[in-house]
T-cell receptor, first 111, second 112 residues
Framework: EDQVTQSPEALRLQEGESSSLNCSYT??????LFWYRQDPGKGPEFLFT???AGEEKEKERLKATLTKKESFLHITAPKPEDSATYLC????????????FGKGTKLSVIP | ETGVTQTPRHLVMGMTNKKSLKCEQH?????MYWYKQSAKKPLELMFV???????ENNSVPSRFSPECPNSSHLFLHLHTLQPEDSALYLC???????????FGQGTRLTVV
C-alpha cells in the first residue's frame, strides 16, 4: 500500500526566512510525485511533477527535489502570499490511477 | 478562470434529500476524478473515469453515484447521505491517468 508522510504538519516562517518541507513516501514503483498548493476553501493548485531521483524543478521561490525515498519543497525568501497548505502526492506503477496524498504542511509566512 | 468548474460551491442537504454535484472541464482532458477532502484527513479518491468509462471505485458507498456522460462532464449524485459525509468534494481532470491532475474549486457539502 502506498504511503505518503509530510512534515512538519505546520510551519511558521518570518518573511524572507527560507526553509524546506518534507514528503516521505513508500510506493511500489514510483510513476510520479506531485506537489500542490491549496488555499483555504479552494481546490489544490498544481505546482510540480517529479519522476525520477535527482530531478529538480523550480518556479519562482519554490524548488522541488526528489530522492528515492523523499521529496523536498524548498521555499526561498518566502512572502506572506506563499502562505497555504502544501500537498504531496504519489502515483505508483501498481496499475492504479490513484494519487495517494499526504495530509499536507500548513505554511504561514509572517510579515 | 479555472479550467475545471464545479457547481454548486456550497450545498446544505438533509439526510433524505437527493442532490447532484456537477463538474465541467475545459481542458480537453480524457480522465476525470472525484475526490473527498475531510478535515484532518488526506484527499481520498472516490471514482476515476477514463474516456467516459469508470476505471476505479474506491469502495465508495452506494449512496454516492457517479455519472460521466462525456469526457467534459462529470456528476456525483447524492442520496440518503449521513452527517459524516460532510466534506469538500473535489473534481479533477488530467490528460490521461498517468500525469498531473488539475482540480476544481470544490463543493462544500454539509449534511444536516
Amino acid at each position: 500500500e502506498d504511503q505518503v508522510t509530510q512534515s512538519p504538519e505546520a510551519l511558521r516562517l518570518q518573511e524572507g526566512e527560507s526553509s524546506s518541507l518534507n514528503c516521505s513516501y513508500t510506493v511500489s514503483g514510483l510513476r510520479g510525485l506531485f506537489w500542490y498548493r491549496q488555499d483555504p476553501g479552494k481546490g489544490p493548485e498544481f505546482l510540480f511533477t517529479l519522476y525520477s531521483a535527482g530531478e529538480e524543478k523550480e518556479k519562482e521561490r519554490l524548488k522541488a527535489t526528489l530522492t528515492k525515498k523523499e521529496s523536498f519543497l524548498h521555499i526561498t525568501a518566502p512572502k506572506p502570499e506563499d502562505s497555504a497548505t502544501y500537498l504531496c502526492a504519489v502515483r505508483s506503477g501498481a496499475g492504479s490511477y490513484q494519487l495517494t496524498f499526504g495530509k499536507g504542511t500548513k505554511l504561514s509566512v509572517i510579515p | 478562470e479555472t479550467g475545471v468548474t464545479q457547481t454548486p460551491r456550497h450545498l446544505v442537504m438533509g439526510m433524505t434529500n437527493k442532490k447532484s454535484l456537477k463538474c465541467e472541464q475545459h481542458l480537453g482532458h480524457n480522465a476525470m476524478y472525484w475526490y473527498k477532502q475531510s478535515a484532518k484527513k488526506p484527499l481520498e479518491l472516490m471514482f476515476v473515469y477514463n474516456f467516459k468509462e469508470q476505471t476505479e471505485n474506491n469502495s465508495v458507498p452506494s449512496r454516492f453515484s457517479p455519472e460521466c456522460p462525456n469526457s467534459s462532464h462529470l456528476f456525483l449524485h447524492l442520496h440518503t447521505l449521513q452527517p459524516e459525509d460532510s466534506a469538500l468534494y473535489l473534481c479533477a481532470s488530467s490528460q490521461d491517468p498517468t500525469v498531473e491532475a488539475f482540480f476544481g474549486q470544490g463543493t462544500r457539502l454539509t449534511v444536516v
